[in-house]
């Protein structure tokens, strides 16, 4: 064998050598891999957070086991209401016009009518009952002669079956005097169709002075809204009547 025959062996060989070992993978092939799930990644859109569902509304609750359930009274008419109760007190009073607080004080014509009455239970000094065209738009309780130790006026609601959703407003009006005051919003009460606010106020802590007032306070129907008059001068716990009434 010559010398070039020799080296053309050696070079095949080393050929077949080299072309049978295992061709392994490529170290750059991961990394790429890796590169590509990230941008995958980083492309899908960003989901948006679940919406919170809202809590639900708490509504006043109006308990039947008191002596005077307020459904069997509001929103009834006069002969139904007044079986109620015991005698007249006082002459009571009549007028033209009633009033709103919803959302701003708003006076129109109606057939009010105020009366007050000698609670034949014994479990108050006397019960005004507000009338709108015949039915009982309104009521209130004065004098709780249950009442005992420092004034709480969460006896009060009780007495007349109110649970009420959220704190009352509280100020002192007059010298001596503290109310509590539940507007719509926070009263959020409906007995039948018809929505209150309620008051309760005492005079230096003293039950026999107590009061407390469960008052229809809704917007107006649009037969209503076609009777609006004027405002005038009144006392704000009944009906104010416009000047002249």
Same mark, same amino acid.
């Given at each position: 064998?010559?010398?070039?025959?020799?080296?053309?062996?050696?070079?095949?060989?080393?050929?077949?050598?080299?072309?049978?070992?295992?061709?392994?993978?490529?170290?750059?092939?991961?990394?790429?891999?890796?590169?590509?799930?990230?941008?995958?990644?980083?492309?899908?859109?960003?989901?948006?957070?679940?919406? *919170?569902? =809202?809590? +639900?509304?708490?509504?006043?609750?109006?308990?039947?086991? !008191?002596? /005077?359930? &307020? $459904?069997?009274?509001?929103?009834?008419?006069?002969?139904?209401?007044?079986?109620?109760?015991?005698?007249?007190?006082?002459?009571?009073?009549?007028?033209?016009?009633?009033?709103?607080?919803?959302?701003?004080?708003?006076?129109?014509?109606?057939?009010?009518?105020?009366?007050?009455?000698?609670?034949?239970?014994?479990?108050?000094?006397?019960?005004?009952?507000?009338?709108?065209?015949?039915?009982?738009?309104?009521?209130?309780?004065?004098?709780?002669? *249950?009442? =005992?130790? +420092?004034?709480?006026?969460?006896?009060?609601?009780?007495? !007349?079956? /109110?649970? &009420? $959703?959220?704190?009352?407003?509280?100020?002192?009006?007059?010298?001596?005097?503290?109310?509590?005051?539940?507007?719509?919003?926070?009263?959020?009460?409906?007995?039948?169709?018809?929505?209150?606010?309620?008051?309760?106020?005492?005079?230096?802590?003293?039950?026999?002075?107590?009061?407390?007032?469960?008052?229809?306070?809704?917007?107006?129907?649009?037969?209503?809204?076609?009777?609006?008059?004027?405002?005038?001068?009144?006392?704000?716990?009944?009906?104010?009547?416009?000047?002249?009434?």
């Amino acid at each position: 064998m010559t010398s070039l025959q020799r080296v053309y062996t050696w070079v095949c060989g080393f050929a077949v050598i080299g072309c049978s070992q295992p061709t392994g993978p490529q170290k750059a092939a991961p990394e790429v891999k890796a590169e590509v799930r990230t941008e995958a990644k980083a492309a899908e859109p960003a989901r948006a957070p679940e919406p *919170k569902a =809202a809590a +639900p509304t708490t509504f006043g609750k109006v308990r039947s086991d !008191v002596s /005077l359930p &307020l $459904p069997a009274l509001l929103g009834q008419p006069v002969a139904s209401v007044e079986a109620n109760f015991g005698e007249h007190q006082g002459k009571g009073m009549a007028r033209s016009t009633c009033v709103r607080f919803a959302p701003e004080r708003t006076f129109f014509r109606c057939s009010f009518a105020l009366q007050r009455y000698a609670d034949k239970g014994d479990e108050w000094a006397g019960i005004r009952v507000e009338y709108e065209d015949g039915i009982a738009a309104s009521i209130g309780f004065d004098g709780y002669k *249950k009442g =005992a130790g +420092p004034f709480d006026p969460k006896a009060l609601l009780a007495a !007349v079956g /109110l649970e &009420l $959703p959220d704190e009352p407003r509280t100020d002192a009006p007059a010298a001596g005097v503290r109310r509590w005051a539940w507007f719509n919003d926070r009263a959020r009460l409906k007995i039948g169709e018809h929505q209150y606010r309620v008051e309760i106020s005492v005079v230096g802590d003293d039950w026999a002075r107590s009061r407390i007032d469960v008052l229809l306070n809704e917007p107006l129907s649009p037969e209503q809204k076609a009777k609006v008059v004027e405002p005038g001068a009144g006392k704000p716990e009944i009906s104010e009547p416009p000047p002249g009434q």
